[in-house]
């Protein structure tokens, strides 16, 4: 299932594409590591009562260059312009992963932007003492599993699905700009000083968790909640990896279903 339509957006820096299915209240989406290569199913449940926008952020497949972006600031505008791009200002925004990271930032940056914000074990944080998987340094075959719960439907999901041998090396080149661009937001370990800012966001939040994450503690879920300003709440998603929206797609978009609807 997807028969979601697409449209480019023009912002500072070139354009960037935009994905949309259903109708109703709006949820802007900012995927994680790879992107969005393919459409997920996970928003194909969720646009079965809300029109759901994802536009591509800077380095994703379907984004404008990160090549400029050197200092965090650069990254937060961009992800600011992929917001508007969207067009659902003052409806939920969801984050994931790496996507997370700059969602939990737009919220704090500008709270009237945001109505309702769900981060799905977002990048931001880092402590010595519970670090962080450095997913960047991983080979090719070892990071797939430590993503997801999925390798195998998650290699299929990424890959290249025809034998033009063109059409796969410009596929493959994508997906290394999104591993380079991630690298550039998340470096050094994920920590983008997140933590200065969490207190600045004042929407209702859920924080959802792969119950078998490998990259993201499960305990940074709770500092992230107490350390917002506004009601928050962690639900843990059994038998998930750190991309709970893929392994689980039918469970993350159900919580967030539920937390939506709540007003």
């Known amino acids: ?4 339509s697409e449209r480019s957006a023009a912002v500072a820096g070139g354009e960037l594409r935009v994905w949309e299915k259903g109708e109703g209240s709006g949820i802007c989406w900012f995927a994680g590591l790879p992107g969005l290569p393919r459409w997920l199913p996970v928003l194909d449940r969720l646009a079965e009562a809300h029109r759901v926008a994802a536009p591509s952020l800077p380095g994703a497949p379907g984004g404008q260059s990160a090549d400029l972006l050197d200092e965090h600031v650069d990254w937060l505008l961009a992800a600011r312009d992929a917001h508007r791009a969207a067009d659902t200002e003052g409806g939920a925004l969801v984050g994931a992963s790496s996507g997370g990271a700059l969602a939990a930032d737009v ?6 932007a945001v109505g309702r914000l769900v981060l799905i074990a977002p990048f931001g944080l880092f402590d010595e003492a519970e670090p962080v998987a450095d997913v960047f340094a991983q080979r090719p075959a070892d990071r797939s599993p430590l993503l997801t719960a999925r390798p195998d439907e ?7 699905g025809t034998d033009d041998a063109g059409e796969a090396m410009e596929w493959d080149i994508a997906m290394q700009r999104a591993t380079n661009a991630a690298a550039r937001l998340l470096w050094p370990l994920g ?3 997140l933590a ?9 939040t859920l924080l959802i ?3 078998d994450d490998r990259v993201m503690p499960r305990s940074y879920a709770a500092r992230i909640a ?7 709440r962690v639900e843990i998603v059994p038998g998930a990896g750190h991309m709970a929206e893929f392994d689980r797609p039918g469970a993350v978009a159900g919580a967030i ?7």
Do not use: K, N, Q, Y
């Not at 919220?107 to 009237?112: D, N, S, T």
């Not at 998650?154 to 290249?160: C, E, L, M, N, S």
């Not at 200065?196 to 209702?204: D, F, G, K, S």
């Open 1 to 4: 299932m997807t028969g979601h």
């Open 107 to 112: 919220a704090a940056v500008w709270p009237e």
């Open 154 to 160: 998650f290699d299929a999901w990424t890959a290249f």
């Open 191 to 193: 920590d983008t000083r």
């Open 196 to 204: 200065t800012r969490l207190a600045r966001i004042a929407c209702p």
């Open 209 to 211: 968790w792969g119950g």
């Open 226 to 232: 107490d350390a917002i300003s506004g009601p928050a």
């Open 257 to 263: 279903a539920a937390f939506l609807a709540e007003g």
